[in-house]
């Protein structure tokens, strides 16, 4: 399988869809102090870019997943890219919100689809990966076969790893955390006296920068 852990992580930083900040940090959603902010929305403004992303999620689906007939793009993050690739494919498309819309037909799940399709599902960001595998949970539910799941960048969390496991499905990524500090250091980006914390903040973020 073709590498494109280093060009991505070299795109990523290059538009500014990853900040690293050690000496100060940034504070998610759920309430993480983080060195590291990725916003991978930022890739679709530069169409070199997601040319690239979209050529790799199809080059993925092509050599993994041959017998794919559905591309799912997991909500928000993920549509444009899932559709993209679906594009270059020629492969029908439908995007999986985080829960059930609460008025209308009340969709989970919005396109076309029947039981038994076999689907590639398309995320940006794995995080913890609790999202991205509500999004497999739905499919399934919904009867089609997830054979996968593709995403722009991984932080490499174990906890993301062992629901993966877990729920037995493939996880594979364009790039991760590990090819993403090694790149910046190689070209400048960070010091050698800030690898030391960005890998501290891996191995346990929800407590790091909270004393």
């Not at 494919?89 to 819309?101: A, N």
């Not at 991205?132 to 054979?147: D, F, N, Q, T």
Request: glycine share 10%; aromatic share 10%.
């Amino acid at each position: 399988m073709e590498d494109y852990s280093k060009k991505t992580a070299e795109y990523l930083l290059q538009i500014k869809a990853i900040k690293l900040q050690p000496s100060n940090p940034f504070t998610w959603a759920s309430g993480w102090k983080s060195p590291i902010y990725c916003d991978n929305r930022k890739t679709l403004s530069f169409p070199e870019v997601r040319t690239f992303i979209r050529d790799a999620f199809a080059g993925l689906v092509r050599q993994l997943y041959p017998e794919a007939g559905l591309i799912a793009g997991v909500a928000t993050g993920a549509i444009a890219h899932g559709v993209l690739t679906a594009d270059i494919l020629g492969l029908p498309f439908i995007y999986v919100r985080s829960g059930v819309k609460e008025h209308g037909l009340g969709n989970q799940i919005e396109g076309y689809y029947e039981k038994g399709q076999k689907v590639v599902v398309i995320e940006d960001l794995i995080s913890t990966g609790g999202s991205s595998l509500g999004a497999v949970k739905a499919l399934r539910e919904a009867g089609c076969e997830v054979l996968g799941m593709l995403a722009i960048f991984t932080y490499e969390f174990q906890k993301a790893a062992d629901g993966f496991k877990s729920e037995n499905c493939i996880l594979n990524t364009l790039s991760g955390y590990s090819a993403l500090i090694d790149t910046a250091l190689k070209t400048g980006y960070i010091g050698d006296n800030e690898i030391e914390t960005l890998r501290t903040w891996r191995s346990d973020p929800s407590v790091w920068g909270r004393n």
